[in-house]
């Protein structure tokens, strides 16, 4: 029985994550093309991308960034879909990526 509880909420889960993340990048998407057109305004593309996109997507899923600084590289699994946002966050960290199979 516990089991089929948690194939149901795990289906939820991942139905809102796609719903939220539609949602993100049908906001985004204008503010993107827009932004997109001259180079100089690559900032504001970075911009919006860190500040609206990924902050909507990581806080929407419930998921709160807890950033603390150390002298190791931060490590990022690059299978989940969740890290991207987290990565635009982090923007600037040192940051190593591992590719898994």
């Not at 139905?15 to 949602?23: E, G, V």
């Not at 906001?27 to 593309?45: A, D, H, R, T, V």
């Not at 150390?70 to 190593?96: A, I, K, Q, R, W």
Request: with cysteine.
């Amino acid at each position: 029985m516990i089991r089929y509880i948690k194939i149901g909420l795990c289906g939820l889960y991942n139905i809102w994550f796609y719903t939220l993340a539609a949602t993100g990048i049908i906001i985004s998407l204008p503010l993107f093309f827009i932004f997109c057109f001259k180079e100089e305004w690559y900032p504001q593309f970075y911009w919006v991308a860190r500040n609206i996109w990924a902050k909507l997507i990581l806080f929407g899923m419930g998921l709160i960034p807890k950033i603390e600084f150390s002298c190791y590289d931060h490590l990022l699994e690059y299978t989940s879909l969740t890290n991207l946002p987290l990565l635009v966050v982090l923007e600037g960290l040192s940051l190593m990526y591992i590719y898994s199979s």
